[in-house]
């Protein structure tokens, strides 16, 4: 006889066991959508998003009976943010519609893109906080509404972006934080080495797909631009003496005009710190939805009759811009004496 080991048995826990029930007020318009991570769920108005987690998720050893139910509220973005639609809603609308490779979690797969939506999210509130500051600024400077003293010879005091180091210093730390989650998603599907850039991704690929697959492709042609990002990073933490990220705020140069806040690695860079964050945050929201798909539609089975189409009128409360649909190529219609092809869907 084998010995089995030990298990208390369940308590009974009435007062948390019942359904919970709250009321969504913060926000504009009704709910627009609805998403389970597994261990939470995440409520969508177009311009706000309620989190709620059960007791289960709050007490899962189960020792407090009257665990509560917790719901917060963000107010950063709801549905109508394409962070949110399309990196959460949307991948959870393609995970519905296709099968899943042996060893794939959906829920897994779910928590990862809301990781990275939450720290590209930061990015953008960030990236929004300075860009509001420089044009205020760039504003006032052409009005000529900077004080000006010393017979108007100087300025006093003269504008600056408030914090210009620490916020872009905090973006890069979380522009980094996606890339790296960005590179760890067809680790959700195959075993492949956890890797933190697209250049040893590529590398780690080979052997798993083909070089000449859309992952394969995908990953080799956003090499450079997602160096880019991780370099800026790096080298404002740990500068060497033939580079160092430079982290410039407003400045009168020598020939009396006024430059933007800039940044830049080497010696006679100077990229506009604004406008590089506002391009940053589209393309990695643009690059986190590129990866997923393009991870999705490489390990799925594909013998499922399911194909990707851009969806042709996104719906502003909620644009998703791309979904599955049945591929009526192959499908079999019986009935007919024989198999009828009809062409495929969407564009």
Not at 24 to 48: A, W
Not at 51 to 80: C, I, K, M
Request: hydrophobic fraction near 35%.
């Amino acid at each position: 006889m084998i010995a089995k080991k030990y298990e208390p048995p369940k308590v009974p826990m009435p007062a948390r066991e019942g359904a919970g029930k709250f009321e969504f007020k913060e926000g504009t318009g009704p709910i627009t959508r609805m998403v389970s991570y597994g261990s939470f769920m995440e409520i969508y108005k177009v311009d706000t998003t309620a989190q709620l987690r059960s007791p289960e998720d709050v007490d899962p050893e189960r020792t407090n009976p009257n665990a509560p139910w917790v719901s917060t509220v963000d107010v950063r973005a709801g549905s109508g943010n394409e962070i949110v639609s399309r990196l959460c809603v949307q991948s959870s609308e393609l995970l519905k519609a296709v099968r899943l490779p042996a060893g794939a979690d959906k829920e897994v797969l779910l928590r990862h893109m809301h990781r990275i939506k939450e720290e590209l999210l930061q990015c953008q509130q960030v990236s929004r906080r300075v860009s509001d500051q420089v044009r205020e600024i760039i504003g006032k400077i052409e009005r000529n509404e900077v004080k000006r003293d010393n017979y108007g010879r100087g300025f006093n005091p003269f504008p600056q972006v408030k914090d210009l180091h620490h916020e872009a210093n905090n973006f890069l730390i979380s522009a980094n934080k996606v890339v790296r989650a960005i590179c760890g998603i067809p680790r959700l599907y195959v075993r492949v080495k956890e890797d933190s850039n697209f250049d040893y991704l590529a590398k780690t690929l080979v052997g798993v797909v083909a070089a000449d697959s859309d992952l394969s492709r995908f990953v080799t042609d956003q090499a450079d631009s997602v160096r880019r990002i991780v370099d800026l990073r790096n080298y404002a933490e740990h500068a060497r003496d033939d580079r160092q990220t430079e982290i410039a705020n407003f400045k009168v140069q020598a020939d009396g005009r006024i430059r933007v806040p800039f940044w830049g690695m080497l010696k006679g860079e100077e990229t506009n710190i604004h406008e590089e964050m506002e391009a940053i945050t589209l393309y990695l929201q643009d690059i986190a939805e590129g990866m997923f798909i393009l991870s999705l539609q490489q390990f799925r089975p594909q013998n499922f009759p399911m194909i990707l189409v851009a969806v042709e009128q996104p719906d502003p409360e909620c644009p998703l811009f791309y979904q599955f649909v049945p591929d009526m190529s192959k499908l079999k219609f019986e009935g007919l004496g024989r198999t009828d092809e009809m062409p495929a869907s969407g564009r």
